[in-house]
């Protein structure tokens, strides 16, 4: 059978709790921590790096002994990490070999339009998909294959790229519609950060299981979020009680004694990560979203919220070899580092990292967001949903129309907790509810999380490329259930 999109629904789930799994789920820090393998490009000219990259259905054994059908670019999950490197572009040539329409988004990508994708320009199922065509509602359609073009004139940063189709995103990243992005560039290259195996990617989600592997899913189809039982799981957002990183669940990573540069990635629907060491130990935060800070800072607990990166520095030396390290949430596990042996360090933390330009605080133009709950109109009838300045997300409506090269500043509310994520711009948050950001606020941003009642101020400059844009919750549920918006970059 396809994937095909066909979530199962689950009824009775209760709106605070995670999906349970049925299946047998094996000891924490058993498996090992996989690395997703980096991508060669197809050719390279003096200035670009071709890729062909697939999304395929498969089978991954993410649970010892069980199948779970995937949904993953080149057939795994996470998809294979792509490299690029400041001023070479990125040519990605992409195949949707899935039974449902697909868009390929780089999170973070300072893209121009016509690439960065938008939820209605959908890649149609290479075989058959022309049924799907009349979904491209404002839209293009492209039949099975499109050619995604990445200037990569940005800083060096973790980036990922996912899937984004029109109100089906959520479903098809939690089956396994996501890899890393990662961008390097001299100025980090002269810091001597720990690098090789001492860098690492750490993709975090949550997931539940079938009996038989397959993942769960609260519901696919947005119609059906009035029906009693299922509204509340998929209102709050998919959960699970499983947790991966880089697809393996509660794995083990061994480390010799020495500092190790963690890019940790929430790449989860929903769920909000509360992260400290046990045997506590300092993060040293070396980078947000969009690259490194002006300098390192020392954080004893990050929370991480759905699409946030933070690029930490961990110094293993802190412990005696024979150490188990947890990786902690809150109360909950997450992984373990085994701390196996001495070894040499020649990677430093210089004190000073990158340039960070300061944004001016104020400008000619604000704009207001209000995130909130809202009803949303859904096959002819009035349905739950969330939306932004009370309109559900209209792909034919341009909600915003800020001017090449002008700063604004974008006051972002929300009613209940929301990660707000915007394209195409870095931003820097300039206030918190009136008070100064927090201190997991600094540097470059792509996505802020909004706690309840809050007010955040951001300033964010609008350059190098006019077009059309999204602002949008990044619980995919809440994307997904109408909490999107667009914007017209005009010259
Ligand atoms: Cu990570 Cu518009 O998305
Ligand atoms: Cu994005
Ligand atoms: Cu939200």
């Known amino acids: 059978t396809s994937l095909a999109?066909?979530?199962k629904n689950e009824p009775g789930t209760a709106a605070d709790q995670p999906l349970t799994s049925a299946a047998k789920l094996p000891e924490p820090f058993t498996a090992r921590l996989p690395i997703p393998p980096v991508k060669r490009p197809s050719r390279s000219t003096s200035d670009t790096d071709h890729y062909e990259l697939t999304a395929r259905e498969a089978n991954a054994e993410i649970l010892p002994g069980l199948r779970t059908p995937i949904m993953g670019y080149d057939g795994i999950f996470p998809g294979p990490t792509i490299k690029a490197r400041r001023?070479?572009?990125t040519v990605l040539h992409y195949r949707n070999q899935l039974g449902v329409p697909t868009v390929v988004h780089l999170h973070g990508g300072h893209t121009p339009a016509e690439s960065d994708g938008f939820p209605t320009d959908l890649v149609l199922p290479a075989a058959g998909g022309s049924g799907y065509a009349s979904q491209a509602v404002g839209g293009t359609t492209s039949a099975g294959t499109r050619d995604y073009t990445y200037p990569v004139d940005q800083q060096a940063a973790t980036l990922w790229y996912h899937d984004?189709?029109?109100?089906?995103?959520?479903?098809?990243?939690?089956?396994?519609?996501?890899?890393?992005?990662?961008i390097t560039d001299d100025e980090e290259a002269a810091l001597h950060l720990p690098s090789g195996d001492r860098d690492i990617p750490l993709m975090i989600t949550d997931r539940a299981f079938d009996a038989d592997g397959a993942f769960t899913y609260p519901a696919m189809d947005p119609h059906l979020i009035s029906m009693p039982g299922?509204?509340?799981?998929?209102?709050?957002?998919a959960t699970g009680d499983v947790i991966l990183v880089n697809g393996a669940p509660w794995p083990e990573l061994p480390v010799a004694a020495v500092r190790y540069r963690f890019r940790i990635l929430n790449a989860s629907n929903a769920r909000r990560y509360d992260l400290t060491l046990d045997p506590p130990a300092p993060l040293i935060q070396i980078g947000s979203d969009q690259g490194l800070l002006a300098a390192p800072i020392s954080h004893t607990a990050i929370t991480v919220a759905p699409a946030e990166r933070f690029d930490v520095i961990v110094d293993f030396a802190a412990y005696?070899?024979?150490?188990?390290?947890?990786?902690?949430d809150g109360s909950g596990q997450v992984m373990r580092f085994a701390v196996t042996h001495k070894a040499t360090d020649n990677s430093t933390i210089p004190a000073r990292l990158a340039a960070v330009e300061p944004l001016p605080k104020s400008?000619?133009?604000t704009r207001d967001w209000m995130f909130r709950q809202g009803k949303v109109q859904s096959m002819g009838h009035e349905a739950d949903g969330w939306v932004i300045n009370g309109r559900?997300?209209?792909?034919?409506?341009?909600d915003a129309t800020p001017k090449l090269g002008e700063v604004e500043i974008w006051r972002l509310a929300s009613d209940t907790q929301h990660p707000v994520h915007i394209h195409l711009?870095?931003?820097q948050i300039i206030s918190r509810n009136g008070g100064p950001p927090a201190p997991t606020d600094q540097g470059w941003k792509d996505t802020v999380d909004l706690s309840p009642h809050e007010l955040v101020e951001v300033a964010i400059r609008f350059d190098d490329y006019a077009g059309r844009y999204l602002l949008h919750c990044h619980n995919l549920e809440h994307e997904d259930m109408a909490m999107m918006a667009t914007f017209q970059v005009t010259r």
């Open 5 to 7: 999109g066909c979530g």
């Open 87 to 89: 001023g070479r572009r």
């Open 164 to 182: 984004h189709r029109m109100g089906f995103t959520g479903p098809q990243v939690w089956r396994g519609l996501a890899g890393f992005f990662l």
């Open 230 to 237: 299922i509204d509340a799981a998929h209102m709050r957002g």
């Open 320 to 328: 005696p070899v024979g150490t188990k390290v947890v990786l902690r």
């Open 363 to 365: 400008a000619a133009t």
């Open 392 to 398: 559900e997300f209209d792909p034919q409506r341009i």
């Open 425 to 427: 711009s870095p931003f």
